[in-house]
């Protein structure tokens, strides 16, 4: 797959965050999968998929761009989102509406899931939370700056919001009813948290294969197959 529009330095740092971006989706939610305790584990995968995602959503931007103007949006113009996570997300879905209306099925298929998901915006929400300012949550409080959301509070958002789906919440009742049961337990964390994991990786697959079906311009084919999580496996 070509690199268009960008010359050899460039093509070897989109290389570079292509595979910062894709190691760090993967192990945060492989922290998600296989942690035991999210008290412990909590801070990890936030750090993780913060700085992930945003990497995700900037590079998406940025292709956006490339294939629109023909050059890579200056370093000024993508500071300029800060860690603003919720409006990326936001400009991010608007695009690929478009872009993906003459797309296969397939295609539109994996965009709709991302649409109709409830448990996105809140992890979306949690994660640019989290990179704006709830990775200093204790540090402000203790300087007498409290912050009015808490890195749990948000956490425990994605968590209400994956509990509505039925099988989880027959499951969480379960629990609930066999309160001194370990076992149960965590069969319900466990599924709480593939569901939380499952949300990411649709988000990150669904912007790869738009990425290889050219919804994100020549350069964007490069990206989605390098960056989809089927490249971890070829590190």
Not at 54 to 79: F, M, N
Not at 154 to 174: C, F, G, H
Request: charged fraction near 25%; proline fraction near 4%.
């Amino acid at each position: 797959m070509p690199i268009v529009d960008l010359d050899r330095q460039q093509g070897f740092a989109l290389i570079s965050e292509m595979t910062s971006t894709r190691n760090l989706l993967a192990y945060g939610i492989r922290v998600i999968r296989t942690g035991a305790f999210i008290e412990t584990t909590r801070d990890p995968i936030l750090t993780m998929l913060s700085i992930g995602v945003e990497k995700l959503y900037k590079l998406t931007l940025g292709l956006i761009a490339l294939e629109r103007d023909h050059q890579w949006p200056s370093a000024k113009e993508t500071k300029a989102w800060g860690h603003r996570l919720v409006p990326m997300h936001e400009a991010i879905m608007e695009e690929l509406r478009t872009r993906t209306s003459d797309k296969s099925q397939y295609v539109r298929g994996l965009f709709a899931e991302v649409d109709a998901d409830h448990v996105v915006l809140p992890i979306v929400e949690a994660l640019d939370l989290y990179g704006r300012m709830g990775r200093f949550y204790y540090l402000d409080q203790l300087g007498d700056n409290p912050q009015p959301v808490s890195p749990d509070d948000a956490w425990q958002k994605i968590e209400n919001a994956a509990i509505t789906d039925p099988a989880i919440a027959s499951l969480y009742q379960r629990s609930i009813d066999h309160i001194g049961d370990n076992e149960v337990w965590n069969v319900f964390n466990g599924t709480l948290n593939e569901r939380i994991a499952t949300a990411v990786e649709r988000v990150w697959v669904m912007i790869a294969v738009c990425g290889r079906n050219h919804a994100l311009g020549e350069t964007g084919g490069a990206f989605g197959f390098d960056v989809h999580p089927d490249a971890v496996g070829r590190q």
